[in-house]
């Protein structure tokens, strides 16, 4: 197990000196992703959510342990043996680095060679006999290995393993990209909200309409409705949800970093991070879901984003007329399409590189990325971005449409309760509380019903825009015993939120949300 914890080791300390490499936990883990069906993807999503990479990584690492303690068993007996299986082991591991570094193929296998050599050695070094009792040693039919011999070949093993695991992690953090991102001062940029309207008994105000982009930069309100335990109006960075395909957080200098736009264009070109912020900015409040997110779920976050309208990237490349699809690629090799009109239709559609009025945060798309209103992640939310390709829409399909998600994705309107949500509550006026969107028309009323009665209108919070999610506050005279409170939205298009439960796949969830309440 030692000598596996070694080769690991090694790996690790190569990831963190190149940025061209990946770990062989890292490998192995997007080889799994990558092979099993679309079905099991979906369902550790939905399982595990925000935790299924750590939980994978964490299987891998355990997985290549107990597979080095098996051959450390068959070394007993025949080394070579177990020297075949792990070399064989670790010609996985390579070969599994080069798929993800297509880049340093020749590099990866060198790399897996140096981890499978070093670790072999260790097997064939270390100390295999059984320790026994001193009254065992005069057997000859046994060679027994002396207790100090062992327990400072394991010691010097496993320091050495964590060693190298150590400095590659601390190397693969990559503090120079940090450092770079927390130097970068963005421009003032042009905030453009669209109002929101709303009907019936609401207390929702939307801002002064404008005939056009102000100059001025209000900032969105961060609370609007006060009640323990409600989202914020504003999703902290810290807390934003995050789905992707990247195992390890792409770590990308700014100052060499570089955006293609090309495909069915007539002039192709590239773009650097100065050039965006050359570019007149823009400041846009959008709510982003998960298509993936159970009803009442966390897997949907409202920020301020800053970039470029995307309109004017692509219009600088002039599309051709059958161009359809804007297709974008992540530097972890992710891809996601949807249609061009999208980017023309009066949503936001952004290169984004800012959120919530910083630059954005590494794990979330630093240097830049793609913000689309109205459309689920999985087709437009690209992060860590390096080429920007239009393409018909036949025959082009972004990661997850093989995998059994829908082409197409718009956010289907939804509604979430905050407060309470379960448990005991006393008995008087209680808030019930939380958050709708409806990307794109915006929320005009959010209702709740208490024990299957009457829907009730609920008090509505300001919102900057139709884009962005709206606060709700129902005050509840709460009597004594089990109580259920189910809540519905209806959008400005008179769209109502549907109460048939129907399942993220393959193109998001349906229902209302409920809680189950016991009042003392």
């Known amino acids: 197990m030692l000598s596996a914890a070694l080769a690991l080791g090694v790996g690790e300390l190569a990831a963190g000196l190149s940025n061209r490499l990946e770990s062989f936990v890292v490998a192995v883990a997007g080889v799994i992703i990558d092979s099993a069906p679309g079905g099991v993807v979906r369902a550790s999503i939905e399982t595990l959510g925000m935790a299924q990479k750590t939980v994978l990584l964490v299987g891998v690492t355990i997985g290549t342990l107990g597979f ?110 940090g450092k770079a991102r927390a130097r970068i001062v963005l421009p003032d940029p042009v905030r453009i909200d669209q109002p929101t309207t709303t009907t019936g008994p609401t207390t929702t105000t939307g801002p002064t309409t404008t005939t056009g982009p102000t100059t001025t930069n209000p900032p969105s309100p961060t609370r609007t409705i006060e009640a323990t335990g409600l989202s914020p109006y504003l999703t902290p960075n810290e807390i934003f949800y995050r789905i992707d395909t990247a195992l390890s957080v792409p770590m990308i200098d700014p100052a060499t970093w570089s955006l293609s736009i090309e495909g069915l264009v007539a002039e192709p070109y590239r773009l650097g991070f100065d050039d965006l912020l050359t570019m007149d900015l823009v400041e846009h409040t959008v709510t982003l879901c998960c ?82 209103a109205g459309l689920y992640g999985y087709v437009s939310a690209v992060k860590w971005l390096e080429r920007i390709r239009l393409t018909t829409w036949e025959n082009n399909d972004g990661y997850w449409i093989p995998r059994g998600w829908a082409k197409e994705a718009p956010i289907k309107i939804a509604s979430r309760i905050d407060v309470p949500r379960g448990g005991r509550v006393s008995a008087g006026i209680q808030p019930v509380a939380g958050v709708a969107w409806s990307p794109m028309s915006g929320i005009a009323r ?75």
């Open 68 to 177: 080095g303690a098996l051959v450390g068993l068959v070394a007993r007996r025949s080394p070579t043996l177990a020297v075949t299986l792990f070399v064989a082991f670790g010609s996985l591991g390579a070969w599994a680095v080069s798929r993800e570094s297509p880049a340093s193929t020749g590099l990866s296998w060198v790399v897996g060679g140096v981890a499978v050599t070093a670790g072999a050695i260790t097997l064939l070094r270390a100390p295999l006999g059984i320790v026994r009792s001193d009254s065992d040693r005069e057997d000859p039919r046994n060679t027994y290995a002396d207790r100090r011999q062992f327990l400072g070949w394991a010691t010097g093993m496993s320091v050495a393993a964590g060693a190298l695991t150590g400095v590659g992690r601390v190397v693969l953090a990559d503090r120079s990209v």
């Open 446 to 520: 959010v209702e709740v019903s208490v024990d299957g009665g009457p829907w009730q209108a609920c008090e509505l919070g300001k919102t900057v825009g139709g884009e962005a999610w709206v606060q709700w506050l129902f005050r509840w005279a709460a009597e004594p015993g089990r109580h259920s409170i189910v809540v519905r939205a209806i959008g400005n298009d008179g769209t109502v939120q549907p109460s048939v439960p129907v399942d993220p796949a393959p193109d998001g969830a349906e229902g209302h949300h409920l809680v189950s309440v016991t009042v003392t």
């Open 291 to 372: 298509v993936s997110n159970e009803v009442g779920g966390s897997l949907v976050g409202n920020a301020t984003w800053t970039g470029v309208p995307l309109e004017k990237v692509l219009q600088r490349a002039r599309p051709l007329p059958h161009a359809e699809q804007v297709m974008a690629r992540s530097v972890d090799g992710f891809t996601a399409g949807f249609p061009l009109g999208h980017v023309s239709d009066g949503r936001t559609a952004l290169l984004a590189v800012g959120m919530n009025g910083e630059p954005l945060p590494i794990v979330h798309g630093f240097p830049a990325r793609l913000v689309v």
